[in-house]
């Protein structure tokens, strides 16, 4: 099965319709060629600096990984809240949340040689699923050129749908055809939902690959990566009321309150 590929100005109904069927979807060049070079800039330091810290089996090598992108990257905004994002979120989360909030954000490079990673699926950090609910929703933005060479993101399109993840786990779709590669131009993103088994590919070229993976998830669960750490107060206070309430700064109900020196609460 493809991936079904669309145009920056297609309608946000018809990436929802490919992204319920098939499990992922990919609009070509959504974001400007300028916007993700700034951003790939921006996180350079972070990259040279911290993207060794992660390496393991699972991450690979010669993979680079930066987390606490807000605090590094304030160009990173207009993706995390990218109005496309934002509408096909709406459509797959708000079903079963009020709010839902970023669960991940993570700057990954794919360094000459790194193997592929195995396939697995990102809500696997959730000790539960529901029949009929996504836990999470994923944008993969590619800040450069994917290609089969140098290690697009591999995708088994309808395995959102399926239930018996022994032949994942197994292995047994490593090198399976049902495995595809999401070769994509730089500023393009590709959607995936939360129960897709997909990894990232082996670099086999001679220069590197980075993308900007950013997770949203239902607002009455725990955030994966900790914003409040990991971006300073003050940093995120300078960000617009979105990109706060993404952060995690919004109640969700109850959840989440916090009461002030004074016995007053707030939402935010």
């Known amino acids: 099965m493809p991936l079904e590929y669309f145009d920056p100005d297609v309608d946000s109904a018809n990436v929802v319709k490919a992204l319920k069927r098939d499990g992922a979807a990919i609009i070509r060049q959504q974001a400007s060629t300028e916007t993700v070079d700034t951003v790939l800039g921006e996180l350079r330091e972070q990259f040279d600096t911290q993207g060794r810290n992660d390496e393991n089996d699972f991450n690979g090598y010669k993979t680079l990984r930066a987390g606490g992108i807000l605090a590094w990257s304030p160009t990173s905004a207009e993706l995390v809240a990218h109005p496309r994002v934002l509408e096909v979120c709406d459509a797959i989360l708000l079903e079963h949340c009020l709010n839902y909030r970023i669960g991940s954000l993570t700057a990954i490079e794919i360094l000459p040689g790194e193997k592929a990673q195995n396939l697995h699926t990102d809500d696997g950090i959730y000790p539960l699923r529901i029949p009929g609910m996504q836990l999470q929703v994923s944008a993969m933005w590619a800040l ?12 088994v399109p309808g395995s959102h749908l399926e239930s018996n993840v022994h032949r994942y786990q197994s292995g047994e779709m490593e090198k399976s055809d049902a495995v595809v590669q999401a070769v994509m131009p730089k500023g393009s993103v590709l959607f995936y939902m939360g129960t897709t088994w997909h990894g990232g590919g082996a670099n086999q070229s001679d220069a590197p690959r980075a993308g ?10 725990r ?11 003050e940093i995120a206070a300078g ?7 993404l952060m995690g700064y919004s109640m969700h109900r109850t959840l989440g309150a916090y ?6 609460w707030t939402k935010e």
Do not use: C, S
């Open 239 to 245: 960000y617009p009321k979105k990109i706060r309430q």
């Open 144 to 155: 450069q050129d994917f290609t089969e060479e140098n290690g697009a993101t591999r995708v």
């Open 259 to 264: 009461q002030h020196e004074d016995g007053t």
């Open 212 to 221: 900007l993976i950013n997770t949203y998830a239902l607002g009455w669960l």
């Open 223 to 233: 955030q994966e990566e900790n914003q409040y750490l990991n971006v300073p107060r």
